[in-house]
């Protein structure tokens, strides 16, 4: 992009487990798919689920998860939160997939969180949505413990981006910014943060998306005499929000969010105008993935470029849906959550993004034998009363002792629960 961008840094290491021959056509696992395909962040949607199908062909085609193809359900979001609920609400509830990816924007992912997954307790894993309000939820426990996404927080970003608007001369600065969750709460860390390195905010005005003319907005942000504007926003509105900057005489000096990092931008506003625009945007340190993805996505997904904000991280968090699918011994969404942990493990091997690596990866009957063996057997009808899954965390010594009597140690610990709660009871 013209201008110069700071990249935060997040990295990624993964390990799994997989089939030894090709992904079966006749087995398949659906992941479901929530993207922004049209609307002010259609841009990043479409870039996201190309390289979410990406990923899944190179699992799909160094085995599969259990020698399954992976295939998602793909549906558009239209940018908007109430859609987004919608069509997530289907995918759960009747299509019941284990797995939802998405949103790509927070004031997306946000409402599909809180009103369908985290309630139905199905994983949702988002590769761009970068609110602070989402790591509020998980910590105030009321995300069910199913929420990750592959993007650092806007309380980083944030951060950065006070810093480095002071480095490159913005000392008295505009901000016009995004009427929504994700908006006001980058503005709400930058602000913390420049003014307490000394900055000075002349004015703040938050707009309102999809409108056909940001005069009045533009107009409001220039009192104050700034000398730069910080936009937060998306390439679309964020055009028409820069151009009417640009025409009513506003300095041509612009700081701007990850999502800017875009051609269309670009393009719309004209590049001579944006000579002096900065942006921060989150990224990683280079490794043999990165060179694999930005060596073969542009082909993959006919044309659109690897630097777009949503794509890598779109990948990552395919691989990171598949993998753990993988792990998982049953597509229960708990036992895919927990896996999720396993796979993120520092302390496993590295596997690195494409076939090849993927490849490397051992089959599950291989890592896990006896579950294995189980899984192929299988239980049979369950005698009452069932069982019910859930997950326990229990300390070290807990699990040695039962453990030392050899197969069935969970089913000890059940035992053992049962008689206490019958002593109690009598």
Not at 79 to 107: E, H, M, R, W, Y
Not at 153 to 174: H, P, R, T, W
Not at 268 to 276: F, H, N, P, T
Request: charged share 20%; glycine share 10%.
């Amino acid at each position: 992009m013209v201008g110069k961008w700071l990249a935060t840094t997040a990295a990624l290491a993964l390990a799994l487990m997989l089939g030894v021959a090709p992904a079966r056509a006749d087995c398949t696992i659906t992941v479901g798919l929530v993207m922004e395909l049209t609307g002010p962040a259609g841009e990043y949607g479409q870039a996201g689920a190309k390289s979410v199908e990406m990923a899944f062909r190179d699992l799909n085609d160094a085995g599969g998860p259990h020698g399954c193809k992976l295939v998602t359900d793909t549906r558009d979001s239209q940018s908007a939160g109430n859609v987004a609920v919608d069509v997530a609400t289907q995918l759960v509830q009747v299509k019941k997939v284990p797995v939802l990816i998405g949103g790509i924007i927070s004031s997306v992912t946000i409402p599909i969180l809180t009103s369908v997954t985290a309630p139905a307790k199905v994983v949702q894993v988002s590769p761009a949505s970068s609110s602070p309000t989402l790591t509020a939820l998980g910590r105030e426990g009321k995300t069910n413990g199913i929420f990750f996404r592959t993007i650092t927080s806007d309380a980083l970003q944030g951060v950065a981006a006070a810093k480095y608007a002071l480095d490159q001369g913005f000392k008295k600065i505009a901000v016009i910014h995004v009427n929504n969750d994700f908006g006001a709460n980058l503005y709400k860390e930058f602000a913390r943060a420049y003014k307490s390195l000394g900055g000075v905010i002349v004015s703040v005005t938050p707009y309102n998306e999809k409108q056909s003319s940001y005069q009045a907005e533009a107009t409001a942000a220039m009192a104050g005499d700034p000398d730069g504007l910080y936009l937060i926003s998306t390439p679309v509105d964020g055009a028409t929000i820069a151009r009417a900057w640009i025409s009513q005489g506003g300095v041509a000096k612009f700081l701007l969010n990850d999502g800017m990092n875009s051609p269309d931008f670009i393009s719309s506003v004209g590049a001579k105008y944006l000579a002096d625009a900065y942006g921060t945007s989150s990224g990683t340190s280079p490794t043999a993935s990165t060179e694999y993805f930005n060596a073969n996505y542009k082909t993959f997904s006919g044309g659109i470029d690897p630097a777009n904000p949503a794509a890598d991280r779109s990948y990552d968090a395919g691989a990171i849906v598949g993998l753990a699918i993988a792990a998982a011994p049953t597509q229960d969404p708990l036992a895919i959550r927990d896996a999720i942990y396993k796979i993120e493990d520092p302390a496993g091997a590295v596997i690195h993004a494409g076939k090849a690596d993927f490849a490397k990866a051992k089959p599950f009957a291989e890592v896990f034998p006896d579950l294995s063996a189980s899984i192929r057997r299988g239980r049979g009808p369950n005698k009452a009363p069932t069982k019910k899954q859930v997950s326990l965390r229990l300390s070290p010594e807990v699990i040695q002792h039962f453990k030392k009597g050899g197969k069935g140690w969970q089913s000890r610990i059940d035992e053992t629960l049962r008689r206490v709660v019958k002593r109690k009871a009598s």
